[in-house]
């Protein structure tokens, strides 16, 4: 079993940085693969980036150029990086992860963990 926690939320202004940080524990998850998604009040969980174990990336059309997903295992942790933030980008945001490949990245089934969420505003 994964327990995956977020953190790193808060509110903000439209521009501003974020750095949201999600720490694996229970078994090591050097090769897994894991993702990031969002969910605004009244919408669906959305897709927002995701990370093969060998480092390959992968956005949503919204947030590529502004958003980086990356992972430092020795920490067991994989980051979300949020630049030029934007008031849609409000949403609590979940980290996710499986420990073999998707058939598709963007799909919120294809994963077998989640965390508890992370809350992000961002003010116009």
């Known amino acids: 079993q994964v327990q995956l926690v977020e953190s790193g939320g808060g509110l903000v202004q439209a521009g501003d940085s974020l750095r949201l940080s999600c720490v694996a524990s229970g078994r090591t998850f050097t090769t897994y693969y894991m993702g990031w998604f969002r969910q605004a009040p009244g919408k669906e969980r959305e897709f927002v980036a995701a990370l093969r174990w060998t480092g390959t990336t992968y956005y949503t059309d919204s947030v590529k150029g502004r958003f980086t997903i990356s992972r430092e295992n020795t920490k067991n942790t994989v980051y979300l990086q949020m630049n030029s933030l934007k008031p849609e980008d409000t949403a609590v945001y979940y980290c996710?992860?499986?420990?073999?490949?998707?058939?598709?990245?963007?799909?919120?089934?294809?994963?077998?963990?989640w965390g508890q969420g992370t809350q992000v505003t961002v003010s116009s």
């Open positions: 996710a992860g499986r420990p073999d490949s998707w058939n598709d990245a963007r799909l919120p089934s294809q994963y077998d963990y």
